[in-house]
């Protein structure tokens, strides 16, 4: 990624426990899931984890929207009742599915990097599992007090 982000959109890309990942089938219909990630300054990711899910790993929505479409967004906000507190970031990018066995060195970094974050993902066989990840190709930061500043 060629865009400078400045340290407090790193921070809160970073802090922050939850985002929305919006991906497209080839015709263009949308899919929205909540995901948990990790962001190493470079890229997101977001593993297809042992939470219930209703299909395979290889036939969720998101997956296979990847596979032909792998444009997404990444949303990750703070919502207060004060719109004056209102935070979000846009990530826009690519995405693609890191593998286990033919990407095996990401993989088990994405992995600890989800594992250091997150505990849950500890007693998981996270290693076992597709990851997705997110080249960021554009990543806004809105508040406020940006705009205001912005003035």
Not at 79 to 97: C, F, H, K, M, P
Not at 102 to 120: F, I, M, S, W
Request: glycine share 2%; with cysteine; hydrophobic share 40%.
């Amino acid at each position: 990624m060629t865009q400078e982000i400045d340290s407090t959109t790193i921070e809160f890309i970073r802090i922050h426990r939850v985002a929305r990942l919006a991906t497209a089938n080839a015709e263009g219909q949308p899919t929205v899931v909540p995901v948990c990630y990790v962001f190493d300054s470079a890229n997101v990711y977001t593993p297809i984890d042992e939470k219930p899910k209703s299909v395979q790993p290889s036939l969720l929505q998101r997956v296979r929207n990847i596979e032909v479409n792998p444009t997404v967004a990444l949303v990750i906000d703070d919502y207060s009742e004060d719109w004056n507190q209102l935070v979000y970031v846009l990530v826009r990018g690519t995405a693609e599915i890191v593998s286990p066995v033919g990407d095996a060195v990401e993989h088990a970094r994405a992995v600890a990097l989800l594992r250091e974050k997150y505990p849950q993902y500890r007693s998981m066989e996270l290693e076992e599992r597709p990851i997705i990840k997110i080249k960021p190709e554009r990543i806004k930061r809105w508040a406020p007090a940006d705009e205001l500043r912005a003035q």
